[in-house]
């Protein structure tokens, strides 16, 4: 309980009014953030790595977090202070920790979920509460969503207007309708529904006890409804390609070259003719970040890109891939690390999959490596995954995960360790001819005679 409520504050206490009781620094920058950065960081270094059986093949998650946070952290002053790429007072107008802390707001999700889970019951505890939030879902779909949609699709053409722009028009229509969550948008919303739709697809692909069997299908129907109407291309992208891996994962030569093409795209990629207005911005915007990247070893400063595009041209445009977002911002190190981590944790979800020992197991492995495998390819359209609604979720399903794989090997070993005591007091280990029994002499009379 005390790791959870430590996990509130963290989440309230930087928007509550004994932050202003921490003083400030000169030219705006802000001490109390500092102060807050400091102790955070303090705090999850002593939960670096949950405690668990030496494994050296484990992907090292919550280190590559750590540091992550810590790179962004310090880019969010050095990409002021020293980059140039904005002026210091237009980047102070523009400056806040918000998208930060909800980044480390997630990851203090994963260190909780990993660190505190010790059963298998209690995973499931938590499933339970996921399984059931999708009640709101169904309401939501059938009370607001729907007649929305219905009502934009049935509005009249306007006159001297092109049908085709009118379709478009009407698509960006429903795309800005709020999800369940009002302060995100469609594509947002269509990547939450995406990623625990795909851990609940890779659970159900193993794990259909009675409760489970009538439950996770009406939620992955549900969710997957959610990412067609949004009219998500990259969701519905991401889908396909997920399912896809989970086929041929085994063949690693084809699962590299296909994400190396993708990757390429946005570094490589040529010219926009024959694309749509929004694949072509996009296009420009991903080669422009992959310049800076290259430009500014050390990044152009934590969330920094945006406020360029809105001090030039009124427009706050990012760069519409998570990664390339990483790249410009934090450099070809902040872009290796979140790389690292998304591996890292398709990995994890694998490599509870092939050592499992129930179907649950196995189940939550494969639920965790699409669920990932999904992001890969839905964040080379956006940032979708660091918005507290979408990355609390995610990064509990991964904690959780980690915590059901270290569950294992513990028990794993504790069998192991009684399985070898349980032979020394039976036997003597005389190498490859077998064992010779220890005899009993209790019952043995005592002496000659």
């Avoid at 028009?169 to 709020?178: E, H, Q, R, S």
């Avoid at 290796?336 to 492995?365: Q, T």
Wanted: hydrophobic share 50%; aromatic share 14%.
């Amino acid at each position: 309980m005390t790791w959870f409520v430590l996990a509130f504050c963290v989440a309230v206490l930087p928007n509550t009014i004994l932050v202003d009781w921490i003083p400030k620094g000169p030219a705006g920058l802000n001490l109390q953030n500092v102060i807050i950065a400091t102790a955070l960081m303090i705090l999850l270094g002593t939960v670096a790595e949950p405690k668990a059986p030496s494994q050296p093949h484990w992907p090292k998650l919550a280190r590559t977090i750590v540091l992550y946070l810590a790179l962004a952290f310090a880019a969010c002053w050095y990409g002021v202070l020293f980059t140039g790429w904005v002026g210091l007072p237009a980047g102070l107008d523009d400056f806040r920790l918000t998208d930060w802390r909800d980044e480390l707001t997630g990851g203090l999700m994963f260190f909780l979920a990993a660190k505190c889970i010790k059963t298998e019951d209690q995973i499931k505890k938590v499933l339970v509460v996921l399984v059931i939030a999708s009640a709101y879902f169904v309401g939501y779909y059938l009370v607001l969503y729907y007649p929305e949609v219905g009502r934009i699709n049935a509005l009249p053409m306007p006159r001297g207007i092109d049908p085709k722009q009118w379709d478009e028009d009407k698509k960006w229509m429903i795309k800005a309708l709020a999800g369940v969550f009002v302060h995100l948008q469609s594509n947002e919303m269509a990547a939450y529904y995406l990623y625990v739709g795909m851990f609940f697809t890779g659970l159900f692909w193993h794990y259909r006890s009675a409760f489970w069997r009538i439950l996770v299908p009406i939620e992955v129907a549900l969710l997957f409804l959610g990412v067609v109407y949004s009219a998500s291309r990259g969701a519905m992208l991401s889908a396909a390609a997920a399912v896809a891996y989970s086929f041929f994962r085994k063949q690693k030569w084809l699962v590299r070259v296909t994400f190396l093409a993708c990757a390429a795209i946005p570094a490589f990629g040529g010219g926009t003719e024959g694309l749509d207005a929004s694949a072509a911005t996009r296009l420009e915007l991903w080669n422009h970040a992959f310049r800076m990247g290259l430009r500014y070893p050390l990044g152009v400063g934590y969330r920094l890109f945006s406020t360029k595009h809105k001090i030039d041209y009124s427009l706050k445009l990012d760069t519409h891939n998570f990664f390339m977002r990483c790249w410009a911002e934090l450099g070809p190190g902040g872009f290796l690390l979140m790389a690292l981590f998304f591996l890292g944790a398709i990995k994890l979800g694998w490599i509870l999959h092939d050592s499992a020992r129930s179907d649950f197991s196995r189940g939550m492995g494969r639920g965790c490596a699409l669920m990932w495998a999904s992001a890969v390819i839905c964040n080379l359209f956006g940032d979708r995954l660091s918005y507290v609604p979408i990355g609390v979720p995610v990064w509990t399903l991964t904690g959780l995960t980690m915590a059901l794989l270290i569950i294992e090997e513990r028990d794993r070993i504790a069998e192991a360790e009684m399985s070898l005591g349980t032979v020394s007091r039976t036997s003597i280990p005389v190498g490859a001819g077998g064992t010779v029994p220890v005899p009993d002499y209790a019952d043995e009379p005592r002496g000659f005679g």
